[in-house]
Nanobody, 125 residues
Framework: QVQLVESGGGLVQAGGSLRLSCAASERTVSSYAMGWFRQAPGKEREFVATISASGTVTYYADSMKGRFTISRGNAKNTVYLQMNSLKPEDTAVYYC??????????????????WGQGTQVTVSS
C-alpha cells in the first residue's frame, strides 16, 4: 500500500509563498502521475495541478496558472507545489494524489488511486 505524506503547509499572509512537498513510501510511484487537490471548508475537493511520471507534462487549474508550479524530485517519488502570490481564497487543506493513469486523467478525483492525509494552508488577508 502506497502512502503519501505531505508537508509544508502553514499560515502565510496574502501575497506570500509556500512550498508543499509530498513524499511517497514506495519507489514504484516514480511511474505514477502525481498531483495536488485542495478542499476548502464547505466545498468539494478540487483539482489544483498534476504532473506526469516523467515530469515533463503538467496541468493546472485555471485559477492557479501563473502562480503555482508543480514539479517532481529527481527520484520521481516526490512531488512539490510551489505556491506564490497566495490569496485568502487559496485557504484549504491540500492533498497529494497519485495514479497509474496519465496526468491528464488525474485531474479527476475518481481517477486518484492514492491520497495523502492533507496539509492545511491558511492565507490571511
Amino acid at each position: 500500500q502506497v502512502q503519501l505524506v505531505e508537508s509544508g503547509g502553514g499560515l502565510v499572509q496574502a501575497g506570500g509563498s509556500l512550498r508543499l512537498s509530498c513524499a511517497a513510501s514506495e519507489r514504484t510511484v516514480s511511474s505514477y502521475a502525481m498531483g495536488w487537490f485542495r478542499q476548502a471548508p464547505g466545498k468539494e475537493r478540487e483539482f489544483v495541478a498534476t504532473i506526469s511520471a516523467s515530469g515533463t507534462v503538467t496541468y493546472y487549474a485555471d485559477s492557479m496558472k501563473g502562480r503555482f508550479t508543480i514539479s517532481r524530485g529527481n527520484a520521481k517519488n516526490t512531488v512539490y507545489l510551489q505556491m506564490n502570490s497566495l490569496k485568502p481564497e487559496d485557504t484549504a487543506v491540500y492533498y497529494c494524489a497519485a495514479s497509474l493513469g496519465s496526468a491528464y486523467l488525474l485531474r479527476r478525483r475518481d481517477e486518484v488511486r492514492y491520497w495523502g492525509q492533507g496539509t492545511q494552508v491558511t492565507v490571511s488577508s
